[in-house]
């Protein structure tokens, strides 16, 4: 029986199998660039219907950013606050706008493979997240989003173990392998031990770490430290008849950094007290800043906005700067850049990614000397200060070149055709 082995991501998602002995990635969106990268997107013009991947993109183009277009939703699967949204007066549970994606994952799989296909093997982080009872919440959705699906077998492989399978083919003897996997809302890292013979056991996983930050923290960085300002964070008002001069409360600043989270502005009580807040502005500078915000939350610009922020953290990774630009009706935004600063800001950050995989060291009892390869995955270990943080850590004579997309898919589906 065919396993599908999917590996399901904050930003894309890939699906893969075995034909003829050897690994095929399918093409599950002929509309992208690369059609084997499938956005992880989900958009609702209405409650009835949905799109897909970069068909979400061009329908809610075309639509003129009407209905409600959903990115990073993964990242809330552990969080017991969010049990989901609304669209209309439709009910959307997180599982399943999770099991939606899925089956449409199946769906298209189907139709390339033309069988059906009731077996698979999906990729999960290390950690959900370091709290055992929002790791176990996280785990029960990813679950119910599967059984959602049409899945009528399935397990959950951790994504660093995929990537490290990944490696198998090219093993020349049994090797201690740090797979560092930073995607763009959880970071993690597995120590596992591997030949090029070894039948795969629970028991050479020496240790595992993981850290819910990754690439969307860091875009949020751009968000929090420079840019937010022109979307209000730091403009004052005042309430009528009130005395005190106030600024945009936290719940409002704090969600624009965070991409899964900024579409939530537009939830009518939030969105009513920023419009509240712009007519009570005090200069006519704080009131264009709230416009600007307000036109970025109703127009729903803000995908469009953090696809300009990922592409200046891409370009800052070979560049010392880079100049933001985005000027749409109602909004124009003009910030310059620059690698240092971002690096800056990002020291917390990193420290903080970084500190699972110190615990994990020290708790495994295998020192930073006995790792043989260190193999990094995801988009996210682009970044140069990850990068430089593991070097740091390891040599850069152990870190081994790996598709940073491709090596969890090729894992998963090595091992699925095992399941």
């Known amino acids: 029986m065919l396993t599908l082995a999917i590996d399901f991501g904050t930003s ?44 979400a993109i061009t329908e809610f183009t075309s639509n003129d950013f009407e209905g409600r277009l959903f990115r990073s939703f993964k990242a809330h699967l552990p969080n017991p606050q969010y049990l989901g949204t609304t669209v ?10 999770v099991g939606l994606f899925l089956l449409e994952v199946k769906k298209r799989a189907e139709k390339i493979l033309n069988q059906k296909i009731t077996k698979a093997l999906v990729g999960r982080p290390a950690l959900y997240s370091l709290d055992p009872v929002k790791e176990g919440i996280a785990t029960f959705r990813m679950e119910k989003a599967i059984q959602f699906a049409g899945f009528e077998e399935f397990q959950l492989m951790p994504e660093p173990i995929a990537a490290a399978w990944s490696l198998k083919p090219t093993l020349k003897k049994v090797s201690k392998i740090l797979v560092g996997d930073f995607g763009g809302g959880t970071s993690d890292f597995t120590l596992i031990e591997m030949g090029p013979t070894q039948e795969f056991e629970k028991k050479h996983v020496l240790g595992l770490g993981g850290c819910p930050k990754a690439g969307d923290a860091l875009d949020g960085l751009f968000m929090k430290n420079r ?53 009570c502005s005090l200069t006519e500078k704080d009131r264009k800043f709230i416009d600007q915000l307000i036109v970025l939350v109703e ?5 469009s ?33 620059s690698r240092l600063e971002f690096e800056k800001w990002a020291a917390p950050l990193t420290a ?6 110190d615990e994990m060291l020290a708790t495994s009892g295998v020192k930073a000397g006995d790792i043989d390869l260190v193999c990094l995955t ?14 740091d850590r390891l040599g850069v004579e152990k870190l081994v070149s790996t598709d940073f997309f491709g090596s969890v898919i090729s894992g998963l589906t090595l091992a699925g055709a095992r399941s």
Request: proline fraction near 7%.
């Open 227 to 279: 840019l937010s300002r022109h979307f209000g964070a730091q403009s004052e008002y005042r309430i009528p008849m009130g005395s005190n001069v106030l600024k945009m409360p936290p719940a409002v600043t704090e969600k624009l950094q965070v991409p899964a989270w900024i579409s939530h502005l537009r939830e009518k009580e939030t969105f009513e007290f920023i419009k509240n807040v712009q007519k």
């Open 88 to 97: 209309q007066s439709r009910r959307l549970p997180i599982e399943e706008m």
């Open 12 to 55: 894309n998602t890939l699906a893969g199998v075995i034909r003829d002995g050897k690994i095929e990635l399918l093409p599950l969106d002929p509309e992208n660039q690369d059609p084997r990268i499938f956005r992880t997107l989900l958009y609702f013009p209405d409650a009835n219907q949905a799109f897909y991947g970069k068909k």
């Open 352 to 357: 903080e990614i970084m500190q699972p995989f």
């Open 305 to 337: 906005f953090f696809e300009e922020i990922e592409k200046n953290k891409r370009q800052l990774s070979n560049t010392d700067f880079s100049d933001f630009q985005f000027q749409v009706e109602g909004i124009d935004v003009m910030e310059r850049l």
């Open 299 to 303: 127009d729903q610009q803000i995908f």
């Open 378 to 391: 995801g988009g996210t270990a682009q970044a140069p200060m990850i990068r430089q943080a593991l070097v």
